[in-house]
């Protein structure tokens, strides 16, 4: 292949892709649709905290575990 070749097939791809992109949904569209619940938990992600008894806690995760436990 030569490079014009691919050039212009990298054009037609990202034209293409750009085309595709613009057909989605938006997300704030997605989100005017959903109800809150009431009630719900929320689930996040934290390290393995080195401690949660409230007087030892140092590091940020173990300070979110006492907050959430105790505060």
């Known amino acids: 292949m030569n490079k014009k070749f691919v050039r212009f097939l990298a054009v037609v791809l990202f034209l ?19 109800t ?12 393995n905290p080195a401690f949660i008894d409230p007087y030892n806690a140092q590091e940020s995760e173990g300070v979110q575990v006492v907050s959430n436990i105790f505060g």
């Open 36 to 47: 809150p619940k009431k009630g719900g938990v929320l689930t996040f992600f934290i390290a």
């Open 16 to 34: 293409a892709a750009l085309l595709v992109s613009g057909c989605a949904q938006k997300r704030e569209e997605k989100r005017k649709n959903e």
